[in-house]
């Protein structure tokens, strides 16, 4: 395989004319080619009157002509060499069927190990109708819900991919996802997303798969407990519809997401090492998508472009204001999961093709912000916000919105602009500071100033800010030893909610490396 980089590209072309234009840039016998793959497609939309695809493209070259200045690469591999040791006859559990637990599992019933994956939520088709059930009516499944079910709370936001690591499993997670039904473009885009609307069936798919392989799923069913003998995991107390009962394995992959409360207070009871640690919260902003396709990429090009996205930060002289969960075309959606709580997050369908855009704006805080030193206190923290949010709503699950004028004034709004917000099931107008600590107002507020100096409208005063976003990342980090293991043996700390992943992709790549330690151990 030969690799031909930096091929631009002006106009909307099929792939064939592009792989004919880099031969020509390379001086390839078109013919010579016996195979391609698009490695990578990128926007270089820097100079907005010259709007270009920037193409990587990979070939099987088949000529006789010694191609000279192109890298040779091997044909990508993404069967994993594992040093499969293990030699228990219990099955391993996996609690939580989020991105960590079925990659976890994927691996594996891959390598012929059949695990049983425990899910508090529902499978995810069941799953969706709950999600929308509370977007219309304001009736809350706690345990059916943008954050718990399978699938985790990534199904419900845009199924985003992106991420700041290089690990080499990253493209293994991605091929999974296109074997499973992903739009093959995922393997080349610069940022990738499945899409709401694809993933649920992407991970119903995955599911399905791991069954036929042997894997069992215990929807509805929660872990409650779990008994300790010598310091060794034994067994595992599981509640399901009010009965108990007891799944005995020697391997538990703790794969239960950021929002897992209950889980993480059982966890500390058992004498769990964990610690505190750095996360964000804030608001989400929503402004018209064509405002930022306009900001982004200019009025000039006559490429048709996908729907603008953006990622920013601002520094400030305390605090770090950024910008996360960007989703274009997209709706701010409820994400609650206990009573009384407001959270909100974002998601997009795969053709992002709805009116409005919206992002987390986020402020980090530190255990120094908690009001204890109690390992849990930032978990309380997070849940004293909700609750401030769900009063501020009206107590019926309606979000506070505040105008983005209204809120660098500090005053309650009154009234909408054009900007309509998209958020279910209704909004009540507020004054979001009443939520939020002065010094997470005063970043919010320095940093929406800053960023309208990058995106013009930022801060325009009709975009809609909705309260509140606290599901960040995880509050807590579960410790674990170089072989993926916490001080109790045979449980082993996964993913986000862990402490040890930010979104899809590395909580998938986590799931991964869990199932390989697994396989590993003797």
Do not use: W
């Not at 799923?217 to 009965?243: A, P």
């Amino acid at each position: 395989m030969y690799r031909l980089e930096n091929i631009k590209i002006y106009e909307d072309l099929s792939e064939e004319d592009v792989l004919r234009k880099a031969c020509d840039k390379y001086k390839i016998n078109f013919k010579d080619v016996k195979d391609y793959i698009i490695f990578k497609k990128s926007i270089d939309a820097r100079n907005k009157e010259n709007i270009y695809y920037n193409y990587t493209i990979d070939i099987e070259y088949i000529g006789e002509k010694k191609l000279k200045n192109v890298k040779e690469v091997k044909k990508e591999n993404f069967k994993l060499d594992i040093d499969i040791k293990r030699k228990s006859m219990q099955k391993p559990v996996i609690i939580g069927a989020g991105p960590a637990g079925l990659f976890c599992a994927l691996i594996l019933v891959q390598n012929g190990i059949k695990p049983i994956i425990i899910e508090q939520g529902k499978k995810v088709e069941d799953r969706k109708k709950d999600v929308e059930k509370f977007f219309t009516t304001g009736i809350l499944d706690k345990n059916s819900n943008v954050q718990f079910g399978e699938g985790g709370a990534g199904t419900f936001s845009d199924g985003k991919l992106t991420t700041g690591t290089n690990d080499p499993l990253c493209r293994k997670v991605l091929h999974e996802f296109v074997n499973f039904g992903a739009p093959k473009q995922i393997m080349y885009v610069n940022k990738p997303h499945i899409g709401t609307d694809n993933l649920i069936k992407v991970v119903s798919n995955i599911r399905n798969y791991i069954i036929d392989k042997g894997g069992e799923f215990l929807f509805e069913h929660k872990v409650i407990d779990f008994n300790i003998q010598n310091n060794r995991l034994t067994s595992l107390i599981v509640k399901y519809k009010g009965v108990e009962k007891i799944i005995e394995t020697d391997t538990a992959v703790f794969a239960i997401g950021h929002s897992a409360r209950e889980t993480f207070e059982k966890l500390y009871e058992k004498n769990i090492k964990m610690e505190k640690k750095n996360f964000s919260v804030g608001l989400r902003i929503e402004h018209k998508q064509e405002m930022i396709n306009v900001s982004q990429y200019g009025t000039k090009t006559k490429l048709k472009l996908p729907p603008a996205e953006y990622k920013l930060v601002y520094h400030g002289k305390e605090r770090t204001c950024y910008t996360f969960c960007m989703c274009p075309g997209g709706v701010v959606v409820a994400s609650s999961s206990s009573d009384g709580e407001i959270v909100t997050n974002g998601m997009s369908k795969f053709l992002r093709d709805g009116e409005n855009a919206n992002s987390a704006i986020l402020v980090e805080v530190t255990p120094k912000d908690f009001k204890s030193d109690f390992v849990l206190e930032g978990m309380y923290f997070q849940k004293e916000l909700e609750q401030k949010a769900f009063v501020l709503g009206g107590k019926n699950y309606y979000a506070p919105i505040q105008t983005v004028g209204d809120f660098l004034e500090n005053k309650k709004t009154t009234k909408l602009g054009k900007v309509k917000p998209s958020y279910m099931p209704g909004t009540t107008f507020s004054n979001l500071q009443e939520i939020l600590p002065e010094y997470v107002n005063t970043t919010l507020k320095e940093g929406i100033l800053e960023f309208d100096k990058k995106i013009k409208g930022f801060a325009d005063a009709d975009g809609i800010l909705t309260g509140v976003e606290t599901r960040s990342s995880s509050p807590v980090r579960i410790l674990r030893d170089e072989y993926g293991e916490a001080n109790i043996k045979g449980i082993y700390p996964c993913g986000e909610g862990a402490g040890y992943a930010g979104g899809i992709m590395t909580s998938a790549v986590d799931g991964i490396k869990c199932a390989i330690q697994i396989l590993s151990k003797e």
